[in-house]
């Protein structure tokens, strides 16, 4: 006979209603096939007792299935841990970022000088004003763009072991209390399996 899956009650009658007209087939079959008397197959209403007794004992087992769920968006939200992680982002490229800003206000500022220059500014000092600030432009795209990219480097690599903490606290949790399943999210799912709560405690413990 086959196996079920995960049916609901109704589902499930169907399943073994089936499989008693496909029992009861396979008993005419062998009767007709058998001498008299010789061979006798289950009857269907043995058959169809069997199904229902096993269709009865599987809730009894599924409860015994412990699951539990995280809310992943709500911890990244307001756990402590991600708010430890960008205080110690912001304090390493503190001194990157002030220099971009230093750069970016000299590119102001010598922008408002080349804007002053009146129409008698000899050809070779404006060129040589035009030359520095394109050279000043070029210096703060550059050390701004390394540094937006350094920093998105940081915040992935931060962000990985951020992951890893939430799924060591949630593997201790569900070690300590018998869980045989934690799923991320859910389109519904009871209070009674939110163990976002406790996975956060767990985080916000570990300094």
Do not use: H
């Not at 940081?154 to 949630?170: D, P, S």
């Amino acid at each position: 006979m086959r196996q079920p899956g995960l049916y609901g009650f109704t589902d499930l009658l169907s399943f073994y209603y089936r499989e008693w007209r496909e029992l009861s087939e396979m008993n005419v079959m062998v009767l007709e096939r058998c001498p008299a008397g010789r061979c006798s197959g289950l009857s269907s209403l043995t058959v169809l007792l069997c199904c229902l007794l096993t269709l009865f004992a599987l809730p009894a087992a599924a409860q015994q299935i412990k699951i539990g769920y995280i809310d992943l968006l709500r911890i990244e939200r307001e756990s402590a841990r991600p708010k430890r992680g960008a205080e110690m982002l912001k304090k390493e490229f503190s001194a990157r970022e002030q220099a971009v800003r230093d750069l970016q206000d000299k590119v102001q500022a010598m922008k408002s000088e080349l804007e002053k220059l009146g129409p008698n500014t000899p050809a070779a000092q404006l060129e040589k004003r035009r030359g520095a600030f394109a050279q000043l432009v070029q210096n703060f795209e550059q050390s701004r763009r390394t540094f937006m990219e350094d920093v998105d480097r940081r915040r992935a690599e931060e962000r990985g072991k951020f992951l890893e903490e939430v799924r060591a606290a949630v593997k201790k949790i569900a070690e300590a209390q018998k869980f045989d399943l934690v799923l991320e999210q859910g389109v519904y799912a009871s209070r009674s399996f939110d163990i976002t709560d406790q996975v956060m405690k767990t985080l916000d413990a570990a300094k």
